[in-house]
């Protein structure tokens, strides 16, 4: 790819990300402001997961070029925030958030693997799925909390549309590269774990539903809540380059990939029993090292299997990441229907420690292989 594409690709990436963080955030306390209960909203990420789950798989076997996909993914977005304003349907807005996320996240990960060689893979992936996205992440909330706490929700998605539209607009002139090789499944031991670990991950997400509504009650307002977000991207942006430029030098992946989970760990450990602002910020530095570490882990997918393979195995990613998140469902209904955060992340906290085993036989299966 051209320095101009790259570039382009980087523009398109920091403003898809600014407006995702705009309200993205939020949309949980939007659903409750709408009447939504827990129940309903767990509705919507179960379809959401669904789609998001299958339909990548469906895309790689009929669609070409796949990478080109990422277009269709920023215009279906745009037409997610266009439904929010009009549509309050649980299973309608599951199914149109599901395909926004179908439609955008596999080939913008494909785009990701094939833009970085091994020796530069975790930097690569850091700056396109971490840095950039925090960067955005230091504006977009605080600017976000204030439209909404000033003018209502119903602005901010009109922005948000307006700015996905110039999104799509640029994402046409990224050049992408048409697939030569159909849906194919690696049959081996290390898909096995890498699939399993990618259910875990999913299992142990917060971000869809409780994290927002437990930063939301200790903050008070959309407005703090946007600007501890702020906060907490500067903090995250800094670190993350720092340690997975170590990762490619010192080619540590797995090693990487255990610290980041026992960071992750500890954080879930520590952050339901924040009572401050302050505490989730002095927080979020240990957040901030945890992903980081971790993304190690998504660069040594990369570096484990054949440039051809790369769409199937992301896609299956994808369908790993549903199958956890569907089953998170179940305490996260359970836990934030009592507003219980505390045994609700102390749980998933101990669920991810379950992936520091499947680490090290993922490294005795590379070490056999060499």
């Known amino acids: 790819m051209s320095s101009h594409s790259l570039k382009a690709l980087v523009t398109l990436v920091f403003l898809f990300f600014f407006t995702n963080n705009l309200s993205g955030s939020f949309l949980p306390i939007y659903f409750r402001d709408q009447g939504l209960g827990v129940a309903e909203i767990v509705t919507i990420l179960l379809f959401t ?104 929700f119903t602005s901010v998605f009109a922005v948000s549309i307006t700015l996905y539209m110039i999104t799509f607009l640029l994402s046409l002139k990224i050049p992408c590269k048409p697939e030569t090789y159909k849906f194919s499944i690696p049959k081996n031991n290390m ?63 797995i090693e990487f990939a255990v610290i980041g989970t026992v960071l992750s760990a500890a954080w879930y450990f520590g952050v339901g029993f924040a009572t401050s602002t302050s505490q989730i910020i002095v927080l979020s530095l240990l957040s901030g090292f945890a992903n980081a570490f971790r993304i190690s882990w998504f660069a040594h997918y990369g570096d484990s299997f054949a440039n051809e393979q790369y769409a199937s195995i992301l896609v299956m990613m994808e369908t790993a990441l549903m199958v956890g998140r569907i089953v998170n469902l179940a305490p996260t209904y359970i836990f934030m229907s009592q507003a219980d955060y505390t045994s609700y992340f102390i749980l998933l906290g101990t669920i991810l420690l379950s992936l520091i085993p499947l680490y090290l036989i993922s490294k005795n299966n590379s070490l056999n292989n060499l």
């Open 49 to 152: 997961f669904i789609v998001l789950g299958f339909l990548p798989v469906t895309f790689l076997k009929l669609v070409k070029n796949f990478e080109k996909v990422i277009s269709v993914g920023i215009f279906m977005t745009m037409l997610f925030y266009v439904a929010l304003i009009f549509v309050k349907n649980p299973l309608i807005l599951g199914l149109a958030q599901g395909v926004s996320l179908a439609t955008f996240w596999p080939s913008f990960n494909l785009l990701q693997f094939r833009l970085s060689g091994a020796k530069a893979r975790a930097r690569t992936i850091s700056l396109y799925s971490s840095i950039i996205p925090s960067i955005a992440g230091i504006f977009g909330p605080a600017t976000g909390g204030f439209i909404i706490q000033s003018f209502g």
């Open 191 to 253: 898909f096995a774990i890498f699939f399993t670990t990618f259910v875990v991950a999913g299992l142990s997400e917060t971000n869809w539903l409780a994290y927002p509504f437990f930063l939301y009650s200790v903050s008070g307002t959309v407005l703090n809540m946007g600007l501890v977000l702020a906060v907490t991207g500067i903090l995250i942006s800094a670190i993350t380059f720092s340690i997975n430029w170590l990762s490619d030098i010192k080619k540590t992946r």
